[in-house]
């Protein structure tokens, strides 16, 4: 009997062996393919996210230069993938002019960079570029088991640059509005100073999606220092202007010489976000006469400064959401000789970062075409002066867009939303941004005082009045908006 249960279980040790055999070998398919697929596609990823990158460093030159954008991009893809070459590749000393190469095909882009990779480039927006990038994974193990022995992985990247190099940016891009000016000088005794660094990658100067009117003025457009604060540029300059900008005095001391503006390509509205304003709520405020200190929040009615009143700005996101701004008197941010202070939540010594940032919603809450309800108002004996902060993307005043219609509703020429009215007479000093995408704006100059802005991103701006608006262009004051979005 002993002997019979033997042989029963003879052979066993066959099957258990063979069992653990494919186990074993699953779990080092596992382990040698699984762990390959991973380190593979984080490799992709990390060049895919360096060629997005790569290539957005270079979307504001005027205009784009595809090939220059996709060869950086293919450079830094080539540097993170190996076996890979520019050699052969379709974007080299020939690479087209055209915003997107390696198209797919066959589920695969069409830009072969060599040992399995694959890719494609395109420029998304005037603000965005997206790198895709497949790889044929050779698989170590599986072929054994009859498994395929190769797999694509796929790896994307979106990234965003939205610094706009420019002191004045105008918008306005409807041909049904051609007739009228994204940039006009009204007057004949007021002039735009630009003043700053130009260069490059810090342009200064002005961009206009249409034309240019200068005006009538001698001079009308300055720049500071002479040949080196920027240009003009325009995508669409009438002819008319365009004999205007180039009357003897009228524009002095560009950049670059020869036929003014200079030729530009279209942009796209930038999307800066707005910042939240903390939850403290506040019925308005009216400032008739004294110092009085306002809180950043919600303000659910106007901030009105009468012109025998000052109101000081504690740092932070003031939201007006209906009534606007009125500004007859004075109304600043805080400056070191206030502090140290306490207020608001806060104690601010020396050193602490002082900046804010008045966000007004232009609702059209009476039918106007003109779309002003809100108006943000700068009186002719006022005195405004606004420090940006890094915290809100350097912005000192954001216009936000009506409503996704504003094209359809705002529909008095020139089209937008008529909110930001600075008088003549005004003494302003704006040292962020004034951002306002879908508004036409109206500053006012005076002679009497300084009236003078950080960078101006509007649908369009007219200058008037008797002195000089300067816009003191910083490449460390521009709103921004940069890095990886996906």
Known sequence: MHASWLRKQSGQAVVLV???????TAILALAL????????????QNAADSAALAGAELLMAIPPSYPGIHNQAIGNLVKNLPGTSTAGTVCSASCPNQPTVGFPSGGLGTLNLGAGYYAELSVTNSYTYLAVVWHIHQVAVAPIHGFQSTMTLQARAVAQNANLPYAVVALQDKPANSQYHNLN?????????LQGGGGPSARGGVFSNAGIDPGNGIPAITFSPAGNAGDLWAVNEPNGDQSLLNAAGRVTGQQTAGTLPRLASHLDLP??????????????????????????????????????????????????????VNVQGTLRTLTNADLPISGCGQTLTSGADLGAIVEIKPDNFGGSTRCDKNPFTVGSSATFTLTPSLNYFNINVYIETYSAAWQ???????????????????????????????DNMIMGT????????????????????????????????LPYIKGLTQ
């Open 18 to 24: 063979a069992v653990a055999v494919v186990v074993l």
């Open 33 to 44: 393919d699984g762990g390959g697929i991973y380190l593979d596609r984080r490799q992709i």
């Open 185 to 193: 000088i009204s007057a004949s005794t007021a002039v735009l100073g």
């Open 271 to 324: 999307s800066y976000p707005e910042p939240a304003p903390p939850a403290a709520s506040f019925n308005g405020s009216t400032v008739v006469n004294g110092t009085a200190y306002l809180c950043p929040g919600q303000y659910t009615n106007q901030i009105n400064v009468q012109s025998a009143g000052t109101a000081i700005l504690f740092p932070g996101v003031y939201k007006v959401q209906a009534g606007g």
């Open 408 to 438: 359809t509703v705002c529909t008095t020429q020139p089209l937008g939303t008529n909110v930001l009215q600075f008088s003549s007479g005004a003494c302003y000093n704006i040292s962020g941004a004034i951002y306002g995408p879908a």
């Open 446 to 477: 005076s002679s009497a005082c300084g009236t003078t802005v950080g960078q101006v991103i509007a649908w369009t701006l007219t200058v008037n009045g008797s002195g000089t608006l300067n816009a003191n262009f910083s490449a460390n004051r």
